[in-house]
C-alpha cells in the first residue's frame, strides 16, 4: 500500500495559546498580527527538505495500520536510501490480513520509486482560505507561546474554523512551527474534515524537520491518521507513522551515489 493509505495518530507538539479561546469573536488587530506573521514565514524549508532527489543517503522506519470493521493489518518497515532509486528494505513484518474486496487487496510499497516529494504534496494545503479575506470571519487566529523543536526556538501560530461560522470549511486546523532564526516553516500540523453526498473523510497530517548534514533541514517526522466512510461500506481507518533518521552526504559517481560514512542519526 503507498505512503499515502499508510498512516498513525498524528503527534501533537503542545503550547499555550495566548490568541483567543476558540469561538470568541476575535479582534480586528489580533487577526492582522496573526495573518502577518504568517505572511512573513516562509514554506521554502518545507519544500526543499522533501525535494524529490537530496544529496543524502538516509535510513526511514514506518508502522502503518489499516482497520475495516474487525479485522486489522500492521505493517512495519525500515528501508535504506543510499541514492536515486536504490533502497534496501532492511526489516519488513506484517501482522493480520483482509480477506478482500475494497481495501482489501494487498498493495505492495515500490520502495525505489517512493519520492518524499509525494508526502509533501500530500499534506501541504493547495487551499489556504484563512489567507483570503473573504473568509477571515470564519477562522480564529492565534500566536501561542514560544516553545522548542529539536532544540531550536520555534514560534507557534493556529487556525481554526470558527465553530458557527467555519463549519462549511474542510481546514479545520492548522498549526505552524515557524524557526525563530530563518523564518521558515520547520513543522505543520493539518487537520480536515469533509462530509460529501458519496462520502465522509476525518484526516490529521504533520510534517516536521530537523538539521541534517551540511546543515540543511531534512525530514524528520510524518504523521497521517485517516477515517473514510463510503456508501455501502464500513468506515476504514489508517495510521501511518515515520520517522527519517542516520543521514549522511554521498558522494556522486556517475548516475549512482555511493554513501559516504554514516553520521549520528
Not at 480586528?28 to 502577518?36: G, H, I, N, P
Not at 469533509?194 to 531534512?218: C, H, K, M
Not at 524528520?220 to 549522511?248: C, D, G, I, M
Amino acid at each position: 500500500m503507498t505512503a499515502f493509505f499508510m498512516v498513525l495518530v498524528v503527534f501533537q507538539l503542545t503550547g499555550c495559546a495566548d490568541g483567543p479561546a476558540r469561538g470568541i469573536p476575535q479582534a480586528a488587530d489580533e487577526q492582522a498580527r496573526v495573518l502577518q506573521v504568517l505572511s512573513a514565514a516562509h514554506d521554502s524549508l518545507l519544500n526543499q527538505a522533501f525535494a524529490q532527489e537530496l544529496p543524502f543517503a538516509y535510513t526511514w522506519t514506518s508502522r502503518t495500520e489499516v482497520q475495516l470493521r474487525s479485522q486489522r493489518a500492521t505493517t512495519e518497515r525500515t528501508v535504506r536510501i543510499e541514492g536515486p532509486g536504490q533502497a534496501t528494505l532492511l526489516i519488513a513484518d506484517t501482522t493480520g490480513s483482509f480477506e478482500g474486496g475494497l481495501f482489501g487487496r494487498r498493495q505492495e510499497l515500490n520502495l525505489s520509486t517512493e519520492k518524499l516529494e509525494s508526502l509533501r504534496q500530500h499534506v501541504l494545503p493547495t487551499d489556504t482560505p484563512y489567507f483570503d479575506e473573504r473568509y477571515h470571519e470564519e477562522f480564529v487566529y492565534s500566536i501561542a507561546a514560544d516553545t522548542l523543536l529539536m532544540g531550536r526556538a520555534t514560534r507557534v501560530v493556529e487556525v481554526l474554523t470558527h465553530p458557527t461560522l467555519g463549519t462549511s470549511q474542510p481546514i479545520r486546523h492548522v498549526r505552524y512551527h515557524i524557526d525563530r532564526l530563518t523564518g521558515g516553516t520547520t513543522g505543520l500540523y493539518v487537520e480536515r474534515a469533509e462530509s460529501r453526498l458519496f462520502y465522509r473523510e476525518y484526516s490529521r497530517f504533520y510534517l516536521s524537520l530537523r538539521l541534517g548534514p551540511d546543515a540543511r533541514w531534512v525530514p524528520f517526522q510524518y504523521r497521517f491518521h485517516s477515517r473514510l466512510k463510503l456508501p455501502l461500506h464500513a468506515e476504514r481507518t489508517v495510521r501511518t507513522s515515520r520517522t527519517y533518521y542516520n543521514w549522511s552526504p554521498y558522494r556522486k559517481t556517475g548516475a549512482y551515489a555511493e554513501p559516504a560514512l554514516s553520521a549520528p542519526g
